[in-house]
């Protein structure tokens, strides 16, 4: 809807300065242009001046529903990205952020400090200097009834940050993350309402979405991270049972999948906790943490096992909010995860080595479901396949479970790798994806589950497929990469056992026999094909249009020189570089 309001009858009614008539025309404004989100260029400069009498009203002393309508039109204005400039200046911000509670002291405007008719407000004026203290008149309710004012306030900020980077810069000026922190203390505070809570936690995701520095401050001055866990706790309603195992209070005992759905509130708290949580953790897994911070996240981990085991009001909603679950979980530090696997045991529970795995499997059901979508697999599969991979990397348990349920004993060797239905069949054709980034981890997540072995890698999915990975890790020619990993019991079926001299490396199945193309040939006419295929190469390389390769001794892909082209003509077997071996048992 475009506005077509006139804004210029509004500003006449707004110069009377009579409360009841701004009153009338604001909240008329406010009825039209409510659903209005595009603005016509023509009237810029009619809104900008609308906005500057609403902001000098504000700084009256106003009946509460003067208050809100007046709110309701800068949130409506700071729509407009174009016409931001009387809000993005501290003196503007500042009223706003009285209206919203989050003010510090020494940055509210008084109510009663009217500036003077002829001067926009912010100029000429001396900006306030920070200071830590709260102001105590407009962060309590029971002192400002009115939630919906502070609702209002708060949108209009959400508006100007996430339009404005000057008004970004305004609120970090004004350090609006210390005001809102202070209200989140009061999660457990029954009084202040929905609407109050969701919008502290969008502000606080614009915050720390936005600039760096009030990310890293809210996690070190202001313990965002225990902060923000105990929010969760509280919005999630839960009980600790055990140091790091929790239960929803008053619901101990019941199974999870029993457990009744989260109101459509508690989802919506809980994943903008999550949004702010992934924001602030960001670099945790590119760092050491102390034991403190340790400490935090793991309570944290568990408290995100029970999202993850959670479900919401219909599926959709349950999908995304364990998408923000995950993203979550893969900034956690890796020693961390091991919260995943700290509950007991209990009947319905999924066990594996005496270990509740029924994170990981929940982890893994989660993974194929995006898989089996096959929608923007960068964004949507790879945070939770990196998640298993490094789960499986450092956790024993873990590893072995989700091999049992990915790499189960090979029966299978008449249908490729990639052929199937099988979560392996899935995961192996990602390895030929055309997106770099999926195909190496998915490769990588396979890898892994082999404990980095060349041969088994080999082995669930084809040298063929296997490639790739290999040559970027130097181990074409075999062996194993750098891990720790326990010795495994032979796992070989009966039936690859009996099929393994005839299955071929390179596509990993028994294929056929197919016949000789050399067969009937005179050694005059073999040496012949050969040396013309040379040629074709030789022609190729020079023309640019190939580049032929060769297995160096580092086990690494390496350019074929004409030189060893040459020498491939007089012995193909012997690779470049490498001298003749001799039977004497004296050389080395």
């Known amino acids: ?3 077509k309001m006139d804004v210029v009858a509004i500003i006449d009614k707004m110069e009377t300065g009579e409360q009841d008539t701004v009153l009338t025309a604001l909240q008329s404004f406010n009825k039209e242009m409510n659903q209005c989100f595009t603005f016509s260029k023509e009237e810029e400069q009619d809104r900008e001046r609308l906005g500057e009498l609403v902001l000098r009203f504000l700084n009256r002393e106003l009946q509460p ?25 501290h003196s503007a911000m500042s009223t706003l952020s009285r209206y919203a509670g989050i003010a510090l002291a020494d940055t509210a405007t008084p109510a009663d400090s009217q500036p003077d008719e002829n001067q926009v407000e912010g100029e000429g004026e001396e900006e306030a200097e920070v200071s830590g203290e709260l102001v105590k008149e407009a962060s309590t309710p029971s002192e400002n009834q009115d939630q919906e004012v502070i609702v209002e306030g708060l949108k209009s900020i959400c508006n100007i940050l996430l339009h404005n980077e000057t008004g970004q810069v305004v ?35 614009l915050l720390t979405a936005l600039r760096v520095d009030i990310r890293t401050q809210l996690t070190q001055e202001l313990h965002g991270i225990s902060l923000l866990g105990k929010q969760l706790d509280a919005t999630l309603g839960l009980c600790w049972l055990d140091t790091l195992e929790t239960a929803r209070a008053g619901l101990e005992g019941i199974p999870h999948e029993d457990l009744p759905p989260l109101s459509r509130q508690q989802t919506e708290l809980a994943m903008e906790i999550l949004k702010i949580l992934f924001n602030v953790t960001f670099d945790t897994t590119r760092r050491k943490v102390d034991e403190e911070e340790a400490a935090d996240y793991r309570h944290l981990g568990a408290i995100l096992r029970h999202c993850l085991m959670s479900h919401a009001d219909g599926e959709e909603r349950t999908e ?114 055309i997106d770099t980034d999926v195909k190496n981890c998915a490769a990588e997540f396979l890898f892994v589950l082999c404990k980095e ?136």
């Open 171 to 205: 609120a970090a000026d004004l350090q609006l993350i210390k005001g809102v922190a202070e209200r989140l203390k009061q999660c457990h505070d029954a009084t202040w309402n929905h609407e109050v809570r969701f919008f502290d936690l969008r502000l606080t995701f």
């Open 320 to 433: 995304e909010f364990h998408s923000h679950t995950v993203h979550l979980l893969s900034n956690l530090p890796l020693p961390c995860l091991d919260v995943l696997l700290m509950p007991k045991v209990q009947q319905g529970s999924i066990e594996y080595m005496g270990v509740n795995m029924d994170a990981v499997n929940m982890l893994l059901d989660f993974m194929e479901k995006r898989l089996d979508r096959g929608h923007k697999l960068k964004e949507t599969l790879l945070p939770s396949l990196n998640l298993l991979t490094e789960s499986a990397r450092i956790h024993r348990e873990t590893r072995k479970f989700l091999r049992s349920k990915v790499l189960p004993p090979l029966r299978d060797v008449k249908n490729r790798p990639e052929v199937g239905s099988a979560l392996r069949n899935k995961l192996v054709r990602l390895m030929t994806h």
């Open 65 to 89: 529903s003067c208050q809100l309508a007046c709110l309701e039109t800068v949130r409506i204005l700071s729509r407009d990205k174009d016409c931001l400039h009387p809000f993005i200046n």
């Open 453 to 588: 072995s060349v041969s088994r890698f080999i082995k669930y999915t084809g040298y063929g497929n296997a490639a790739g990975l290999l040559a970027a890790r130097g181990l074409l020619r075999g062996g194993r990469d750098s891990g720790i990993y326990s010795e495994d019991e032979d796992s070989d079926t009966e039936e690859y056992k009996e099929a393994k001299a005839q299955i071929n490396p390179i596509t990993g199945v028994v294929e056929e026999e197919q016949p000789n193309p050399m067969e009937g040939m005179t050694e005059e006419q073999k040496e012949y094909e050969a040396m013309k295929l040379v040629d074709m190469f030789d022609k190729l390389s020079r023309t640019s249009l190939i580049q032929p390769m060769q297995l160096g001794m580092d086990g690494k892909m390496r350019e074929m020189t004409p030189e060893d082209l040459r020498k491939l003509t007089h012995n193909p077997l012997l690779p470049p570089g490498e001298p003749p071996c001799s039977d004497s048992e004296d050389e080395a």
């Open 1 to 3: 809807m475009t506005m």
